[in-house]
């Protein structure tokens, strides 16, 4: 759980406020989970509208003065609050923000943290993420995404379904612009377990070079979805599930419709 202890003692405490319109999501929503890389610098809460931002950080920094912590705010405007919480000598950094309801499925329930975003809408999003912008960590994310939750192409189609100005081969493009890692970049990150540049590489290249055979194993009409295996329960390579459907998002998420046997 590369969270540090103090992160998720206070991702605890906050988790009595979540909601399943007030969430945590981004880098620490994948990093709760075992055989992560790295560890989390921040907790990012995300809600589907300004007014949830206001009312969760409002009922948030309540919360966390009742039980000893101070908040220091950076930043605070409509749809997103930044602040440092701090109790003795440790600190992070948590942000509360608006982002977009359409997803894949509904936010789900975590004993550890709460509501939280779902390992598939939280693996395209960062996708998405690693598109826009070139972080090493987001680098080691997608990759640990790619194993664990879903491989690269589907990842890749499925993101033009939260952004329909993409296709599956422009997000390729972006993302063939990314994964120059360097040993100072990786100096700069906190680690759960020590990375070799080149196997990283071999990796990145090689997860890469997998999307364009999916997209071209895919109808184009299903272009921005996922797929369900009613048999394995689980979003899958449809190429190696016989039964598996397309699975379409919508504003608040939907569970898979699985056919009557």
């Known amino acids: 759980m590369p969270l540090t202890d103090y992160q998720a003692s206070l991702a605890r405490l906050l988790s009595g406020n979540r909601t399943f319109d007030s969430y945590l999501a981004g880098g620490a929503a994948i990093l709760i989970e075992p055989n992560t890389t790295r ?8 809600h589907d509208s300004e007014a949830r931002v206001a009312e969760a950080f409002a009922a948030d920094h309540g919360l966390l003065e009742s039980h000893g912590y101070s908040i220091d705010v950076d930043l ?34 975590d004993e550890r943290v709460g509501f939280v975003l779902h390992p598939v809408d939280l693996a395209v999003n960062k996708t998405l993420a690693l598109a826009g912008r070139d972080e090493s960590r987001d680098v080691l994310d997608v990759l640990h995404l790619h194993r664990q939750v879903l ?8 993101a033009c379904g939260k952004d ?39 990796e990145w290249l090689e997860a890469l070079d997998s999307v364009e055979a999916f997209v071209a194993s895919r109808p184009p009409e299903e272009v921005g979805c996922l797929y369900y295996s009613a048999s394995r329960r689980t979003f899958v390579d449809p190429r ?21 046997s």
């Not at 190696?240 to 009557?260: K, T, Y």
């Open 39 to 46: 560890f989390s610098r921040d907790l990012d809460y995300f």
């Open 240 to 260: 190696e599930a016989a039964d598996s459907v397309p699975h379409f998002g919508r504003p608040g998420g939907v569970l898979p419709r699985v056919a009557d």
């Open 151 to 158: 491989l690269l192409g589907a990842l890749c189609w499925a």
């Open 76 to 109: 605070n405007q409509p749809g997103f609050v930044r602040a440092i919480v701090r109790q003795g000598k440790e600190a992070t950094k948590v942000e509360w923000a608006r982002d977009s309801a359409w997803r894949f499925m509904p936010t789900v329930f």
């Open 164 to 202: 329909p100005g993409f296709t599956p081969l422009s997000v390729l493009e972006l993302l063939r612009r990314r994964g120059r890692v360097r040993a100072e970049d990786l100096a700069r990150l906190d680690l759960a377990v020590p990375i070799d540049l080149h196997a990283l590489k071999q």
